[in-house]
């Protein structure tokens, strides 16, 4: 049906190339990273539209917040050796610092250095957004072996109105129900959390352009993370409303320790059904409640949004120990885990455009025997290969849909797409 | 209320009838069956009314096939020595096998011969109703020891345009809502799968036609597996969507080992939850759910049919390990097996006759007391005894049946019976 | 919001003073104890109404028996030295017992003699109000330990044309709507069973009494059990049906083993689940089924009565080993189990006064930074502390009011209080 071999490699190295960039919620690390996703959909001649929200916007409860932008930070100590530098690793700066160029004592260097305690060797991810600070990120270890004496403390940033920055890429559908992706833009060098998001986002457009005659329009969405999510929303929330078959938010997707789902506030959408029903046949899985929510599923389930969006994940993000810190890198991400990433979408996808409410158009059971269906010698033990046909024919009474079957007959809703190919065939189905 | 001590004999007894009496979906052997139980019957003058379906009738998507005359069987060697013969055993012949008179080499005799490796002592039960073969059945270990040779195989039998038999017995209650009871008479000479069922079912008749002023109207049928009940159903099925209020097929129901409940499609029927509150106070009990049908409530389950029939046995067919061998013989069933299962209709069709949603008819609880119906002494302990008449009582307000509050009392529904009789006696509840 | 520190004390006190008098259905014992209720309720100027429902008059299924005096009740041996004495336990005369003064044997005694054999130390509480008799109670050990010889039977007691003796109070609220409190006053000297009730739902209508603006009408019943209740609602219980939104039944509420809920018929009023939600979150607590019902929530949830009525205990009714017997006495109680369950009642009253399906206000997640709800550094481990009032949010979607979210978070419903105070100062939630 869809060759999938090669996908993980090729997402890999699209990750890779969007990882060294520094990116925020606002800025230019969100425009680069955004070109070169347009540069790797251009050999199907798709494209992303970007977008642009001025600075002051009031989304909601929320305001679009000035633009940072970040040409250097470091410290350095009296002898001038530099103790870090974002050059290095760009989590060295807390996010949306503002500049400063002072000499500190260590004291009051203590006081703008943030550090993950209970993980000494590692560089935290840390921003202040929505209050202004300058800022500095290190292990603890580096923290703790800085001697006293005077510190030069550099960032130079500048927060401006200017714009925030997002993508939208719409494929059409026979239909205009809609099934929605999307995922994140706005964190920088950090792998699985998240430039695998949007670099499995991006092939997976490429494999929604390729069905023909496709059922749902496909909504693909890049953003950053909250203030992203709500301007989207403050524009398009109407739209969604009418037209949101099922979304899921893409992040942490490049590891392959584990499937995850975060279920929508109250697991009951046919996006929780569909997509647990091939999770679970998974070799690993996990379910989580809306209780560990912690992405842009936030939003779309708010009170008066409502909509249908789970997340997807391998490790969720939260749970996996190189989480928001400097050893969430290339190292923990591979071609195996976008591979199984890749497949798990792919077949939630076919599944989707295969689910409907099937109706076996005979009364009594089908007589398969006469259209090769089912053995001709009736003997003990000869039936179980034609069973799970069987038990789908039972079911497909016109109130269950391709995941209610599965589940009630206990089977990867996936092992059903055949079985109604040849139904359809046989013309003995019907919606 | 009934004498059940001698039944379970006469169960047997009718069984060991019928069980010699090579039967298939057509043909004699089902006429020489019903004709036995009619005879039966005769003693409290009620008969089965016998129907004929002509060859070629067309039944939803299945076609009533020929009908099979068996007159003899066998294979025989070089030395003039019948090495099978179906009339030692009329497993030994292919259910439904077309006419073969030659002699063959060994290794075109194993191409005819169908065995159970898996038990290489037996003699399988083995049908090819839909495409036209001959053939024979043997033990593996017979096969096994066959020499090198020439051998006879020798099949007299004729298919031609005649018609399948099924029976069919109405017992007129005060309403129209009927309930249901079918068996099969298509298995040759296997004692609990199928002898067992039709002969208890007949002596349920019995016991239907000697309870007055019954509530419900009784239709027992029987006939052929799967195109017998797709025959019956493309005839009655209307009929029955309006009236019928439950339905069991019974199978295997002579042997002593189990109690088996096959629940319908969804499991939720008044027949799943009437038997199965019976069932579940029985010294052993096995729920099965519809995936592990087999039998004709399959049909009555079937998409557009929904009938609210389910089935019923001892061991579970499928699941015993003589199932569909010569070893499922007049041993495997006992008077004592069917004693059980006819106990168990017995108090099933009771519960279903006294069953109502009934309402207590004075407010806050009634005064017991004074109904000498409750001790006067009040002291701890003391009101035990009476403690299920009590519960009845506080969940008989219109919104339950016999069975909820069975359920949710925790009690055997036969134990509401007699609680009921004095409740409507003392006038303290109505419907 | 209150000072509970001292309640248990007092409501202790109040037990004390009560527990001395023989109480009955009926009778001066009663009409003594609702006196002292009363003094004790003068000091905040409120008071119950004392009613009188004349003997004969027809209540249900039931009838107001007459009115029990007893005055004196003894057993003396030959040598005219008191076996046993009312005067030194009120336990020792037969509830209701009619009068009788004559010389008996041994074996006429033991006759009218009760005993609770599987506790040979204790005196057990025993009555018989429908039927005449004349009785008395010991310990088994005491009737095994009389010689043979003639005994003095002696009960001066009285069965006349008097009243029944109930008291009611109400405290308006804002609304119609109606929370209830009952308990009853008809057991003789036994603490937890049932001087705690009484003294637990006076110290509680002191605390309704000081709650400003209160939402609900507060309903409090003093009443004899089973025969009160429905005397009660025979003239209740039209106005109950169209205005109670729940009501608990207060017995056994002043030891320290265990705090228990008897659920209603079932288990499904808004009473069930409010007290459930915060009982649930006590170190120690028992959900009993409306199986387990033994109090006056029997009358409350009876066919056609079927008001959002449960029971509350401590140690529940019939659980406890000193349960109808003389072993429970002051001692088994004491101000630390009043006071456990004095803030139970006080935190499910105000629960209850603030419990609505709120509704947040913004599309999106509301920006908790701004108001100072929400840390400004985003670092991992960094939410916890706001995750509660971020879940609170989340579900205060219309849909679902406290009790409901504290369960799908997993909290105490009182941990929502302040919550939901500061979001209301905030004007972010709306009913």
Chains 1, 2, 3 share one sequence.
Request: hydrophobic share 35%; charged share 25%.
């Amino acid at each position: 049906m869809y060759d999938i071999e090669n996908k993980g490699e090729e997402i890999y190295r699209l990750t890779e190339r969007i990882f060294p960039i520094c990116r925020s919620i606002t800025g230019k690390g969100v425009r680069e990273t955004l070109s070169i996703i347009n540069e790797y959909l251009s050999s199907d001649s798709i494209q992303f539209d970007i977008k642009e929200v001025p600075s002051g916007t009031e989304v909601f409860d929320w305001t679009v917040p000035k633009e940072w932008d970040i040409r250097s930070a470091y410290i350095e100590d009296e002898s001038g050796k530099k103790i870090i530098d974002m050059k290095d690793n760009n989590l060295h700066v807390l996010g949306y610092s503002v500049p400063i160029d002072k000499w500190v004592t260590l004291e009051e260097l203590r006081s703008m250095v943030y550090t993950q305690p209970d993980q000494p060797d590692l560089i935290p991810y840390v921003t202040s957004y929505y209050k202004e600070r300058s800022g500095f990120c290190m292990s603890q270890k580096m923290l703790d072996s800085l001697p006293e004496g005077k510190y030069h403390v550099f960032v130079d940033s500048e927060l401006f109105n200017g714009s925030l920055t997002y993508a939208e890429l719409i494929l059409k559908g026979k239909t205009s129900e809609e099934i929605m992706l999307s995922s994140y833009t706005c964190h920088p060098s950090m792998a699985n959390n998240e430039c695998s998001g949007p670099a499995l986002l991006s092939a997976i457009i490429k494999y929604v352009n390729t069905i023909k005659d496709r059922k749902y329009t496909y909504r693909f969405v890049l953003n950053p993370e909250t203030i992203g999510a709500l301007t989207y929303l403050s524009i398009n929330s109407d739209h969604l409303k009418e037209h949101l078959k099922a979304g899921i938010v893409l992040s942490c997707v490049g590891d392959d320790r584990d499937y995850s789902v975060i279920h929508s506030k109250y697991a009951d959408t046919i996006t929780d059904k569909s997509l647990t029903a091939i999770l679970k046949h998974k070799p690993k899985c996990s379910e989580y409640s809306f209780l560990k929510r912690g992405s842009d599923e936030r939003q779309y389930n708010a009170p008066g949004i409502d909509l249908p969006v789970i997340g997807f994940c391998r490790s969720k993000y939260g749970e996996f120990p190189e989480y928001h810190t400097s050893a969430d890198n290339m190292d923990i991400v591979s071609p195996e885990g976008f591979r199984g990433s890749y497949e798990t979408l792919v077949q939630w996808i076919d599944c989707m455009e295969l689910n409907e409410k099937y109706r076996i158009n005979v009364l009594g059971e089908p007589q398969l025997g006469k259209r090769n269906l089912y053995p001709t010698i009736s003997q003990k033990g000869a039936h179980n290969s034609v069973m799970t046909m069987r038990d789908f024919i039972a079911y497909a009474d016109g109130r269950n849909d391709l995941f209610d079957i599965a589940e009630i007959i206990g089977v990867d809703p996936c092992e059903l797409l055949p079985i109604v190919d040849q139904l359809l065939d046989k013309k003995l189905i019907e919606v």
